[in-house]
């Protein structure tokens, strides 16, 4: 199956096409607010460069956010089109699940627990936690922890303070928001800024399709993570 992968939820534009799950050819370029100027081009160049034709795609996959809301509008927006022009499906992956699968192939051993933080702008931060045995079914917790880490717009500070114990990594452009001076003392963290990528996003459509046809649907809404957005 040749599909299409579309990650804009940061200020990279990153793109994979894929044969199953195969990367057939990837690009990535830093364009804040410019995904709109490349996506079509983008494709273009992806398509030339592994010998395929448009025609060729069954099925393409783009950012459910949260994150950067307007290049994730574009860049849903645009597979949108383009799968409709088809008539293929059209997936929506969360960022969280893309990082929480990436840092599963390439964290080290021991942690307690996996948490994700994407940038919400105006100094906020989305968060959500994951045991990394099971790293696409993000952790639900009762009271106060349960809310910071339900995927909705918090401040690094209550992060901090509602961090569980035990040895964990904290990984996604978030991080850099952290305020470290807070963390002082917990040696037990492995702190990576890292973005999603294309390839994790477009296998993890894959997958999704296969298992569930019936969610292949163009008309799923976007998260813009102000309110909770994994429950």
């Keep these: ?124 931060v989305n968060a959500c936690l994951f045991d990394p045995a099971h790293p696409l079914v993000p952790l639900s917790l009762p009271g106060p922890s349960g809310d910071i880490f339900s995927g909705r717009a918090v401040s690094p500070e209550q992060v901090c303070s509602f961090l569980p114990e035990g040895k964990g990594r904290l990984v996604g452009p978030g991080v850099v928001h952290l305020p470290f001076a807070r963390l002082e003392g917990r040696s037990d963290l492995d702190l990576v800024r890292s973005r999603p990528e294309a390839q994790a996003m477009g296998r993890l459509a894959l997958r999704r399709w296969r298992t569930t046809p019936e969610l292949s649907s163009s008309g799923e809404g976007l998260l813009y993570g102000r309110d909770s957005v994994i429950s």
């Design 1 to 124: 199956m040749i599909h299409l992968a579309v990650e804009t939820s940061t200020e990279v534009v990153d793109m994979a096409l894929f044969d199953e799950e195969k990367v057939l050819a990837q690009m990535a370029v830093f364009r804040p607010g410019g995904a709109s100027e490349l996506l079509v081009p983008g494709l273009e160049t992806l398509l030339e460069v592994a010998g395929k034709k448009s025609g060729a795609l069954e099925l393409v996959s783009s950012s459910a956010g949260p994150g950067t809301y307007t290049s994730i509008r574009v860049g849903h927006l645009f597979c949108k089109g383009l799968a409709f022009s088809l008539g293929i499906p059209h997936l929506t992956i969360s960022p969280f699940l893309a990082l929480s699968d990436q840092d599963s192939s390439v964290g080290g051993s021991g942690h307690t627990f996996l948490a994700v933080l994407l940038d919400a702008r105006r100094h906020e």
